[in-house]
């Protein structure tokens, strides 16, 4: 049961314009998510994220959306440039209690940005 | 500071051998998470340990172990390994809850 979908696989977009990912997501507990960025051969690295209490969250080029009745999110990256060609990753948390949290990811969407 | 650390990157075992793979969490960080990650199938969890106690599991077989010790390293181990047991795995750490995770740099087991 995947709870958390990224239905494409790749995207590929010319330099300077914008790319968009989307994830899609089921569990309504999920409260809080999260964009990583992987290049091959190493871990994901954090991009940026969203509480469930915002529907837009910006950090330079990037701009993640969130559409809590629709359970959706998407990651835009404007400029686009040819070194964020990577996989990114979305991921949920859950409204948890204790001390600990556990991360869904999605498969992925691997993103080529061509010069 | 450091950040999370995992060893070895690499590992070549031969089907029904064990393995054990270690993680080092970010100073500070008591929350230790293991993925698997092949392709075509994204980041699957396989279980997170807080406290040195397993607070989550991922439906993986029982030949998936782990643990987490005082020092909040952890290892996991995987018996009488299979064909498909070769993958990336990757460990994360957090801070607290609702606090993005800081992955290592993975460890690539290759079963033949």
């Known amino acids: 049961d995947q709870q958390v979908k990224q239905n494409s696989p790749s995207l590929s977009v010319q330099e300077g314009r914008i790319s968009i990912l989307n994830c899609d997501y089921t569990?309504?507990?999920?409260?809080?998510f999260l964009w990583y960025k992987k290049y091959p051969a190493e871990g994901p690295t954090f991009l940026i994220s969203i509480s469930s209490i915002k529907d837009k969250n910006e950090d330079g080029r990037f701009t993640v959306f969130l559409n809590k009745s629709a359970k959706h999110l998407s990651l835009h990256i404007v400029p686009s440039q040819p070194g964020d060609s990577a996989v990114y990753f979305c991921a949920a948390i859950p409204t948890v209690s204790g001390g600990y949290q556990k991360v869904t990811f999605g498969t992925g969407t691997k993103l080529q940005v061509i010069p | 500071k450091a950040g999370v650390t995992q060893t070895p990157r690499y590992l070549i075992k031969t089907r029904g051998q064990q393995v054990t793979l270690s993680c080092s969490p970010i100073s500070g960080h008591r929350s230790v998470s293991w993925y698997q990650q092949t392709p075509g199938q994204g980041l699957q969890f396989l279980f997170e340990?807080?406290?040195?106690?397993?607070?989550n599991k991922g439906n993986f077989p029982g030949r998936f172990s782990g643990r987490q010790f005082s020092n909040s390293r952890s290892e996991m181990n995987v018996s009488t390994l299979e064909l498909g047991d070769s993958a990336l795995y990757l460990c994360?750490?957090?801070?607290?809850?609702?606090?993005?995770?800081?992955f290592g740099q993975g460890t690539r087991l290759t079963v033949v």
């Open positions: 569990n309504s507990m999920f409260d809080y």
């Open positions: 340990y807080f406290s040195e106690t397993q607070r």
């Open positions: 994360a750490s957090s801070l607290a809850i609702n606090t993005e995770a800081f």
